[in-house]
């Protein structure tokens, strides 16, 4: 994120966003995707269930 730094570098608002963004970054990125990505699977999962006729 070096890039990210320098072009903020100068806009205080947008420095402190990318430091808070760092802080809070999850710690493994490709575990949280794959639970939003299955979170979000069965949400659509259960949602074509409901429409299915009983």
């Known amino acids: 994120m070096?890039?990210?730094q320098?072009?903020?570098a100068?806009?205080?608002h947008l420095?402190?966003?990318?430091a808070d963004a760092a802080v809070y970054a999850?710690?493994?990125p490709v575990a949280?995707?794959?639970e939003k990505f299955f979170y979000g699977l069965e949400?659509?999962?259960d949602g074509l269930e409901m429409r299915l006729p009983r």
């Open 43 to 45: 949400v659509v999962l």
């Open 10 to 12: 100068g806009h205080d």
């Open 2 to 4: 070096p890039a990210a």
């Open 32 to 34: 949280t995707r794959d």
């Open 26 to 28: 999850p710690a493994d």
């Open 6 to 8: 320098e072009a903020a």
């Open 15 to 18: 420095t402190a966003a990318y």
